[in-house]
């Protein structure tokens, strides 16, 4: 699956120890790098802002990016730039619930369905089947719609609309492991189900999560901050990055920075944790094939 | 290198009439396996939208009064009376899931909490755009996604990794910014395109490259590397050694192999288009389905929001059971194997 | 034919190669030499034989008379000539003129090689459009015509099917009919009977050589010595990329001159092998491994026995079809007992029987004289240990988080719960036993060789100190001399421990090598059963006697052996 281009093996040779000459790309260690900004912009929003995100300035009203306002200001005269990293806190952990609730129900469903008796597998796999039959935007935005819009209803509708793919992928992964050619071997050897579980399935099955946790916390910005694009998630005045893009689009044809930089900091986001995603899931599959 | 036992064949080699007698009798079978457990999706969606209408929070009625009326107030027994005995809130579980259900399969979804209309008819109105937005995306989508295929996969490593950044970029950006930022550069900046262009073919350019863009993009990566695979295999060389050039391998050989994985994509495409459309559609301010929908959550009116998601799913479901259909015509192997 | 005008030709001389050498660039720049100073001619009507083990780099020299040693190679010769002209040099498209209609190739395993999604009859008909010969209808007689020359019944009903609905013989013919189709004056055969059973290897090689006799030069690339020597008149032996040896086939083969050829026509498992030695390693010593622990001599019953057992499989069009079709057998201690027959013989089912991993439709299977695939887990469990198992693909039988002293560790503690230090002495000594050393306790099978990986997997097998070692295919994805030394180690092993074998496998070569009793299988049946030597030398059953009919035998082996002795 991996697109990136994979580091070179290193000529066969006897290995000692766990010692990889594994080369890490540059777009991996970039994005890590952007990662970790964006985390000082979460935990310390103060320390990198350089205005007060909310304080209003009626003399400055829509200014393009300066030297005094970077990004430039919006229609009330609120400096974007400090708006932005002191967005990134609710973004980011918008992102971060959705991943683990939808990671929760995932594991759950995609353990029950891969390992369990039938009389378990078979009603999770037909649910798995419905609810993968709802377009994912469409059963999140069914949810806010009972739930009302606010930032735990957003982690749910999106957590529970994403799970079901992960679910799926799990279940597979689980499959693949439980019919492999060493679990056989375990059980030759005499071992009982449950070490034969405990020792092969699960761990192996769990491999590719840390590729997907990766990987999905991207993609659940993308969908949390679609929902507050569309004014339906995180009420005004937080400066969630949806939101921002969201107030900023009456004004596009004066103002394009309220729209470009918002929707710069959300695809840095999702990419680094793209890049970072199929880095450790080129080095995780790495070691299953030659 | 060499794994033995590669030679048994998938289907023996018996005599023709009887081979192709037994594929027809187990492909109908399995047409209908697939038929049946589509019919089970379809009612499995209707369900679970009703049971978490009926399980989750709020009080149904209260939620009515207060979409009709536009206020956010608690409501006296008196004035819920009629209103759940109208809309049957007060009956069993199983009574209003039957009357429910009844309705759906004669195609009543229900009238719209804030205007009383059926809500099938506002869904008619409005499906029309939304449809045309998302399968020109498709089509888009697919002409992109060839083009760079076999402009950038399977050559160099340059082109290649320039390829494969290109995809990873585009597969990731999140639709409504894609749309924004056309709408500032060729609306707002250079006028070519209206900022409101409505449902008018030039008002429907930009949408349909905001689609298209990230979904060429993971169509490209799922083709790109069943393209890289398929390069490699020994086919191809055999092809070569027969004197064939290389643009005639990719466009005869390689590029078939690769479009399978996408083929399978397709289905799930048409549902993120379809949700994607939701979004596009706020951009560009088309009316549409999406737009229906968007106003109907924020002000809960939970009839057309179940509705279209209803109506939704079930085409979802149907165009998978056609892409399940492509996908055979396309694989022949899959024929070979059932 | 090309009629040739330039300078005199010596003879009849169609490829002329002189010092090739073939390199490729790796991405870091680093390069790899893989073909070093090959020269050869090939005659008109010879058939001239590339041998040698995977890595040896005689594809790659084959390859690069068609041009395609493949895009980072970096090809010198100080000749390659085709029917006298220099192929050095050479634009694409002079290339593409040459290919298929000059010089044809048939690569090996034709399930892949032929493209699974188009029918077979346009693949064939492929270079006749390339070269633009013909019209689509001529082109559609054309093939038929190619397809009866090839031997393949029916035609009409083959070219209009995929690669993936014929057998593997039928395919094999189809590839040779789209390399033959321009009647090229040279064909080149890489591995062309590889994967085949053995009936479909003859029916292969009788085209090959009917090709011959038609006038045809062509260079035959095998690792299989019986089939070289069916074809070839002159061999070339290649190891890591150069001709260690060069002559007419008969002489290399009776009169091997360097010791890798030697070694290569000795490690050829077959009737006359029988209790010697195919390789160079001196026995193994595993005799202190499990000092004392049991008496082999002290029972004489049978450890594994099988009764009329039937095993059924529904397929995915839910038809019922019988893997094992009421098959009786039983193994006796410090025995071998060899199955023997083609894919789909229902071979690997009885291997997952006799192992309890498959529980049979009727009949019963007693191990220790004891019910054994009827018993509950539990008892299972108990007993497992004694039985133990070495599959064909070792790699996907260890986990792929586990190094080798994990995979070791974990299956001694089974077989004896010893203290965790006490247990990776053990498995220091049973690498020893495998002929491994303390640098692969670390190691990741991922990361070993083929013939590593296999030995890892025997040390694993013998860990529980077991009765019985069940062997399916377990040396067919070996090379030749690799094959050797684990037949040899097998031996050693049995020698030592008294461990009897179940020993599955497609090749009868290796079969009637270490069998002292053998049951013949085909579809389900078993055919015929009895001593090895009996079965090899007067088989009753017709089927049986048609595989043996269709071995290509290393006679010249024979010879080489009668005269030594």
Redesign the interface.
Known sequence: ?S???LPVPPAPRARRGRSRALRVPVSVVISAAVVVLFVVAAVFPGLLATHDPLKTDLYATLQKPSGSHWLGTDDVGRDLFSRIVWGTRTSLLIGLGVMALAMVVAVVMGLASGLGPSWVSGPVN??L???L???????A????????PSAESLIVSVGVSTAPGYARLIRAQTISVKRSGYVEAARALGHTTRTVVRQHVIPNAFRPLVALIALGI?TSV?WA??LS????GVAPPSSEWGLL?NAG?TQ??VA?WL??FP?LA??LV??SF??IG?YIQAVVEGDHVS | ?????????????AP?GDTAG?RAR?LT?LAGIKLL?SL???W??A???FV??AI???DRATILLNVRSGLTVPRSPAELAPVNREFGFDDSFVTQYLTYFGRLLHGDLGQSYQSGRPVATIIGEQIGPTFVLAFAALLLAWVLTIAWTLLTAGRG?RL??LG?AG???TA??????VG??L??VFA??LGWFP?IGGTSPSGTILPVITLAVPLAGFLG?AT??EFDRAIR???V??????????L?VRWR?VL??ALIPGITLSGWAI??L???A??VE??FARPGLGAV??T???Q???AV??G??VL??AL??VINLVVDVVYVA????LR??? | MNIHLGEPVAGDRVVRVKNLNVSFVG?AGRSHHVVKNVSFDLHRGQCLALVGE?GSGKSVTARSI?G?SGETAVVEADALELDGESLLGRS??WW??????R???V???A????????PVGK?IA??LR??RRGTRATREAQVLELLERVGVP?PG?RARQ?S???????RQRA?IA??I?LDPGIVIAD?PT????VT?QAQVLDVLKEMLEAGTSVIVIS?DLAVVAKLADHILVMQDGQIVESGRAEDVLRRPRHPYTQQLVDAVPSEHTKGTRLSLDGPARTRELFPGTRDHTADDGPLLEAHHVVKSFRG????QRTAVDDVSFRLDRRETLGIVGE??SGKSTLARIALALETPDSGRVEFLGRPWTAAPPREQRAVRRRISVVQ??PLSSFDPRWRVSRILVDAIRLGDPVNAHRAEERALELLGAVRLGEQHLDALPLRMS?GQRQRVAIARAIATDPDVIVLD?AV??LDVSVQAQILDLLADLQDQLGVSYLFIS?DLGVIHHVSDRVIVMQDGHAVEQGPADQIFSDPQHPYTQKLLESLPRLEYATLREAVSR
């Not at chain 2, 290198?1 to 080699?13: A, D, H, K, N």
């Not at chain 2, 990731?172 to 910014?177: A, E, S, V």
């Open positions: 699956m697109v990136l281009p037909r649910l089947e419905v609810m039959a709802f377009p994912t935007l469409l059963l935005l069914l949810l806010v719609a009972l739930l009302g991207g993308v901050s679609g694009f569309l004014g339906l893009l689009k596009i044809t394009w729209e470009i929707g959300i695809v999702t990419l793209t890049l199929r | 290198m060499s794994v033995v036992q590669t030679s048994s064949p998938l289907v023996s080699p023709a037994r187990v079978r457990s089970f999706v379809l499995g969606t369900t679970v939208t978490v209408l989750l929070p709020g490593p290649r990794s494969s995809e990873t970029v990731g950006l999140p639709q409504y910014w924004i930022l709408l500032i707002a900046q900022v990566q790109r590397t295999e020994p086919f060389l055999s092809a070569r050694t027969r004197g064939m050039g290389d005639e050989h078939r192999h549902g993120t379809l949700s994607g939701v979004l706020t951009v929908l968007v109907a959550v924020g809960k009116d939970l929001v179940s279209i998601v939704v799913s979802y479901v396309v694989d022949p192997r070979g194997s059932l | 991405p995977s068609l395609l694409d498209s593409r003129r040459i290919r298929g209609s010089i044809g190739y690569l090996q395993d399930l892949v090689s032929l493209d699974p999604l188009r693949e492929e270079p390339l070269h029916s009903l995929r993936g609905e014929l057998s593997g013989g039928l590839l789209s390399a189709a591995e590889t994967a085949l059973d479909v690792h995915p069009d839910k038809v894919s789909g064909q693909d083929g295919e067919s994805a497609h």
